[in-house]
């Protein structure tokens, strides 16, 4: 089934490894690899693997989706996949694949599970029956939004297991942006050694610091007697407080 894939997929991989240092033979290799990239990348590094992994999901879907029974029978449950995901899965498929066979194979039972609620709502009309509470047959989540949910819990708990690596934690460390909020407090929740809990805080306030100086002086900036001063790095000081509050947006993925 796609969503069990997807979460053992490379990014997310906590397969053992013979290593000398303990933290390497608990947190993956793949998982380390893409961990160094992100951090090297503005942004929550956790919003990164996020985004990575949705799009890694996505291939898989469009790749084996088709043939999986599994995964068309729990669309089944969840009304086919959420609004975001429906409309990404098309935009990929068409895009990369210039094809559509693989959406329509989805869709299809989707189509016809909405006929018949359609159905089954003019005979509850018709036998005088109220509106049911919850929409006919629709009892699970989106699976790909599952999916990434599972891998979120998964990457904080992998992202403070690698902090004990100091190359990792010292990229952590030196970034202009820490984690967006949500991410923050998964981390924190998962933080288990004190030392590591103690680098996450001290770099989420540093980095947010940073953020606050840099939103006062880009309205500074905009005072009528200082408007000729040269643009500095607040000129992008509102994305990455939008990023802190709400995360990076999960459709400019670049894997
Ligand atoms: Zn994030
Ligand atoms: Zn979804």
């Known amino acids: 089934m796609v969503p069990s894939r997807a979460v ?16 390497q033979s608990t947190t993956s290799l793949l998982f380390l690899a893409d961990l160094r990239r992100v951090l090297a990348e503005d942004g929550c590094p956790l919003c990164h693997l996020r985004r990575q992994a949705d799009e890694r999901y996505l291939r898989s879907v469009l790749r084996e989706g088709a043939m999986d029974a599994g995964l068309l029978d729990r669309l089944l449950s969840s009304g086919g996949f959420c609004r975001e995901h429906t409309w990404r899965l098309v935009r990929l498929e068409e895009d990369e694949e210039h094809d559509a066979l693989t959406n329509v194979i989805i869709l299809q039972p989707l189509v016809e599970a909405a006929l018949e609620e359609l159905a089954a709502l003019s005979e509850r009309r018709r036998r005088g029956e109220r509106g049911e509470k919850r929409r006919r047959g629709v009892v699970a989540a ?3 939004c599952e999916a990434r949910r599972q891998l979120e819990v998964i990457f904080a708990s992998e992202l403070m297991q690698a902090l004990t690596l100091p190359d990792i934690a010292e990229r952590f460390r ?24 103690q680098l996450l805080r001290e770099a989420q306030v540093a980095q947010v610091e940073t953020l606050r100086t840099d939103l006062s002086e880009y309205v500074r900036k905009h005072k009528h007697q200082y408007r000729d001063e040269p643009a500095g790095r607040e000129q992008d000081s509102h994305r990455r407080a939008a990023e802190l509050l709400a995360g990076l947006p999960d459709d400019e993925c670049t894997i």
């Open 8 to 23: 053992s997929a490379r990014g997310c991989d906590r397969t053992v490894t013979a290593s000398n240092e303990t933290t």
């Open 142 to 144: 989106c699976p790909a």
């Open 174 to 197: 030196s970034r202009r942006q820490g984690l967006c909020r949500d991410h923050f407090r998964q981390a924190w929740a998962a933080a288990a050694d004190a030392e590591v809990r």
